[in-house]
């Protein structure tokens, strides 16, 4: 008897954690989540979101979750410091709802104006679009930029090579 509750206790647990579809996984040592949880988790921790664009044939985008996402001082202060969104570029199972409406993975990619894999869209703590940037970035390079993300650095007018001769200070 009380293995068939812990048996009926798990399976809903696990059903319960399919259905709320918050986790998208760890990719290269980050925690990812899925869009609508992500954004409802920035909001509740006003912090700033990255969105990796994706898809399963990419081969950039898997040198990107090698060689960039599983550096553990990256996935340390990307989970710190933003809330990390993985999005399947060519799905469209999936709705995903942003500022109102509601989108698909495909819509979604093509409103952000992604045009080629992998991109990362950069939204500020309110969730409106920062920028997006294509192509492979290595960690040397996406690690301050993070940090030019999240001092703000950006608000100010100053451009990211501006804020690496400034020795990461805005």
């Not at 869009?35 to 985008?61: H, L, N």
Request: proline share 4%; net charge positive; with cysteine.
């Amino acid at each position: 008897m009380k293995i068939r509750i812990a048996a009926s206790v798990l399976i809903l647990t696990a059903l319960l954690a399919i259905g709320c579809g918050k986790k998208e996984g760890t990719v290269g040592g980050s925690e990812w989540v899925t869009f609508d949880a992500g954004m409802a988790q920035a909001a509740r921790e006003e912090k700033p979101v990255v969105i990796d664009f994706y898809t399963s044939w990419c081969r950039w985008c898997k040198v990107m979750d090698e060689k960039t996402f599983s550096r553990t001082h990256v996935s340390k202060y990307l989970s710190e410091n933003f809330v990390a969104i993985r999005i399947d570029s060519e799905s469209r199972k999936v709705k995903l709802n942003y500022k109102g409406k509601t989108y698909t993975p495909v819509e979604l990619t093509r409103f952000f104006g992604v045009r080629g894999y992998p991109s990362l869209a950069y939204l500020d703590r309110n969730g409106d679009l920062i920028t997006v940037v294509p192509g492979y970035v290595p960690p040397e390079r996406f690690l301050p930029f993070l940090r030019y993300i999240n001092k703000g650095c950006y608000k100010q007018e100053m451009t990211f090579e501006e804020f690496l001769k400034r020795n990461e200070e805005c």
